[in-house]
């Protein structure tokens, strides 16, 4: 089995920071997985935020680029985002995702969820 356990979500005013971390754990060789966070906000549908591939490269969604930065530590099977100038809209629940597409199968994998509020 494998588990994504996200932390660091809470309450904020716009403007401050706030880094998520997300500890993938069980059955997973975490350097050959794609990483990324994704976001849904109270009636809208989840969204991808930011994604870093088992090679390191990263991707961001462009309500996010220069604010949030994505990062992965392959020796403790972590996975952070780090988000600043955070404002009322980055209001939502945060999931973190292990991604992995082999010959025959696709692997993908979410944790629970970690709340971040931003108040104006």
């Known amino acids: 089995q494998v588990q994504l356990v996200e932390s660091g979500g809470g309450l904020v005013y716009a403007g401050g920071s706030l880094r998520l971390s997300c500890a993938a754990s069980?059955?997973?060789?975490?350097?050959?997985?794609?990483m990324g966070w994704y976001r849904q906000a109270p009636g809208k549908q989840r969204e991808l935020v930011a994604t870093?591939?088992?090679?390191?490269?990263?991707n961001y969604a462009d309500y996010v680029k220069g604010r949030f930065a994505i990062s992965r530590d392959n020796a403790k099977n972590m996975v952070y985002l780090q988000m600043n100038s955070l404002k009322p809209e980055d209001t939502a629940v945060y999931y973190c995702?292990?991604?992995?597409?082999?010959?025959?199968?696709?692997?993908?994998?979410w944790g629970q969820g970690t709340q971040v509020t931003v108040s104006s």
């Open positions: 995702n292990a991604d992995r597409v082999t010959i025959t199968t696709h692997y993908s994998y």
């Open positions: 069980g059955s997973i060789n975490f350097s050959f997985y794609g």
């Open positions: 870093v591939t088992s090679r390191g490269s990263t």
